[in-house]
């Protein structure tokens, strides 16, 4: 019976067009989403292919071309030997000065807007919405603005040219934006929680600790996200405040893009973009869906 | 002896006053039911008690201590939220044990304790689990488990079934009582049904736009309320209200007035001295109250008035049956056993049941008689 029903609506002629009609339209979107993707990735393929091109080809054949030769010189080159600023150590020295300003500045700017966060939601006070407005801010002023201050106080405490007045630059700016994830994040956690813990006899920190952050992981892991790709990303305070070997790797790339040779070391640069790529792909690939997952998750039931 | 003294309670926020002096006490051992509609301050009295919101001005004494500026975690009390508050990332047994390792009580009492409170409220099968794995009656099981563990001065509980379908909250109100008269503690219920009320507490509290209208027993504040706004509150369907005049100097009868047609004349069963003919009251009627007249009933003694009453519209419910009623131009309801349920269109003659009815002043619309 069922089967004859079946049978019935595959010979119907309408349904039939109606499904042929369905796949054409299928088929127009599978295009029409390939053809973006397409474009989407081909930078991304012509940086990789061009980093493992030898240079006399990709000047023979084009920036853009498929590749007709294969070498790793242009990795080990950028890594150790390759001269930036004067110095011939390549970029390594700036990976990890990266590494050095990117990790304790994320650890710090997530810890204090936590904190923040935290206290904004929980432990209001009087003038607490006041410091929290003029925090926000800070999310709105581009970083230009800043540079001058900056200047002033490094060179004041002594931390120019150093990767701890980066530190200290990336925590003050980031602050604005961690506490705001973590404050709209905490806004959602009942307040019966914190009031059920105070009668239990919970003070201020063990709430934090038992409580709060055993719920926080969704929003610490975007907050970390977040913090680490746009201070790894980051290169305008890089470039002002430091110089040679203490600059971040992005600030270094810069220096080769504009450095003073007259040929563009195109297999070399492109090495040294994808070296500069990989924290922060790395992190997406592995954090990208806490981020979205936390981004999106509401209230705690 | 008395476990909880609040005398001239004043909250406000800003230039709003929430709590406008309020005087309450529980003896040791009673069960206070703070009632009324929402916005009426009990939820700001109970967390006042608990600590969480400052006071404005007045005392709050716990078994004779002033506790005004003690902390809620010294005040000796214990309190079960609406929202259950359970620690979502904790298993039942955390959650349970989280005050007493906050107070460093050591292991082996803690491990006694959970085993007493699991054990009275038969929830040791769900000791490892966590509150998002439990259904809303046992996380309301938990929540009392919390509080209990505790063994303090002064239960608090803040509309604990409101989350609760029906069924399960019959249920467990009936649980939580059983539970009081066990283990006997002082115990302090907000709640917004007056039906918990009534079936719960030993004296009930009926609270309105910050102030206390009446505390007294539920008996009392049921059949006597202190003024229109208790009246209404308590009891569903409400108590029907019928504008009234004294008819006589001796506050013997009174004149319904009845639109257009002729005022209908109402013996009292008590007479109301000392107001003179002509004051305006207001005749509360409870809808158990209003029954057919019928000569035979009439002969019980009991003071009764009759009067002419047109049918509306009839509500069964199935134990009872609620019949709508147009009595002198008023609408009014009435209980009837179904089998004596009217048709709709129906002229009743309706017997009011006078030694029940309340009076109340027009104007302070107090209760007078």
Redesign the interface.
């Known amino acids: 019976m069922v089967d004859a029903a079946l049978r019935a609506s595959i010979d119907d002629p309408a349904a039939a067009l109606a499904a042929r009609r369905h796949f054409m339209g299928r088929v127009g979107v599978y295009a029409f989403l390939t053809f973006f993707a397409f474009i989407y990735i081909l930078p991304l393929f012509v940086i990789v292919a061009n980093s493992f091109r030898e240079l006399p080809e990709i000047i023979k054949n084009g920036l853009i071309g498929f590749p007709h030769s294969f070498s790793l010189k242009a990795w080990s080159a950028v890594w150790s030997t390759y001269c930036v600023g004067g110095t011939c150590a390549g970029i390594q020295h700036n990976f990890f000065n990266s590494l050095e300003m990117a990790i304790p500045a994320t650890i710090i700017s997530t810890v204090l807007g936590l904190l923040n966060g935290y206290i904004l939601t929980k432990w209001r006070f009087p003038g607490s919405e006041v410091i929290f407005t003029c925090m926000m801010f800070g999310v709105f002023m581009p970083g230009q603005i800043s540079l001058m201050p900056w200047a002033f106080i490094l060179g004041h405490i002594g931390l120019s040219n150093t990767i701890a007045g980066l530190i200290l630059i990336h925590c003050v700016q980031g602050i604005s934006f961690t506490t705001l994830f973590c404050r709209n994040y905490y806004l959602n956690i009942p307040d019966d929680l914190i009031k059920a813990a105070r009668i239990d006899g919970a003070g201020f920190w063990r709430i934090f600790f038992k409580i709060i952050l055993p719920l926080s992981s969704p929003i610490t892991i975007v907050t970390v996200i977040w913090q680490f790709t746009g201070i790894w990303n980051e290169y305008l305070f890089g470039v002002v405040f430091t110089a040679g070997r203490s600059q971040p790797i992005t600030a270094s790339l810069i220096g080769m893009a504009t450095g003073g040779t007259s040929i563009r070391v195109y297999d070399v640069m492109s090495a040294g973009v994808l070296i500069g790529a990989i924290p922060p792909l790395l992190i997406y690939f592995f954090g990208g869906k806490y981020f979205v997952r936390g981004l999106t998750q509401g209230a705690i039931k | 002896m008395s476990s909880l003294t609040i005398s001239k309670l004043r909250k406000s926020f800003g230039s709003v006053d929430v709590l406008k002096g309020v005087d309450l006490e529980a003896r040791t051992g009673e069960f206070i039911a703070l009632v009324g509609p929402s916005g009426c301050g009990k939820s700001t009295l109970l967390?006042m008690i608990?600590?969480?919101e400052t006071i404005s001005s007045g005392e709050i004494r716990i078994d004779g201590r002033l506790v005004n500026s003690v902390?809620?975690?010294d005040r000796d009390?214990?309190?079960v939220?609406?929202?259950y508050?359970l620690?979502?990332?904790?298993t039942v047994r955390q959650n349970i044990t989280?005050?007493m390792e906050?107070?460093r009580v050591p292991r082996d009492v803690q491990d006694a304790a959970v085993k007493r409170v699991a054990a009275l409220l038969q929830i040791e099968p769900l000791l490892q689990r966590k509150p998002?794995q439990l259904s809303g009656g046992q996380r309301q099981r938990v929540a009392m488990g919390?509080a209990l563990v505790r063994d303090p001065k002064l239960f608090l509980f803040d509309e604990p079934l409101s989350n609760l379908d029906a069924k399960l909250r019959v249920e467990m109100r009936s649980e939580i009582k059983r539970l009081h008269q066990r283990v006997g503690k002082t115990t302090i219920y907000v709640t917004h049904d007056q039906v918990e009320a009534m079936t719960l507490a030993s004296r009930i509290a009926v609270m309105h736009k910050g102030e206390l209208q009446q505390f007294d027993v539920p008996r009392i504040v049921y059949d006597r309320p202190a003024n229109m706004f208790v009246a209404s509150f308590m009891g569903s369907p409400s108590m029907n209200f019928l504008n009234a005049e004294i008819a006589d100097g001796q506050g013997m009868t009174l004149k319904l007035a009845n639109g257009e047609g002729a005022p209908i004349s109402v013996g009292l069963a008590n007479p109301l001295t000392g107001r003179g003919a002509a004051a305006n009251v207001v005749l509360g009627v409870r809808p158990e109250h209003i029954s057919l007249h019928r000569p035979e009933r009439a002969a019980d003694g009991r003071a009764s008035a009759i009067v002419p009453a047109i049918v509306e519209i009839v509500e069964p419910t199935g134990a009872e049956t609620m019949v709508g009623l147009r009595l002198a131009g008023r609408e009014v309801t009435a209980r009837f056993e179904p089998h004596e349920a009217p048709d709709v269109g129906q002229t009743l003659s309706l017997a009011l049941d006078m030694s029940k009815a309340c009076l109340f002043d027009a104007k302070t619309e107090r209760l007078v008689g």
């Open positions: 967390a608990a600590g969480l902390a809620p975690k009390i214990a309190m939220f609406q929202s508050a620690y979502p990332t904790m989280f005050g906050s107070r998002g919390r």
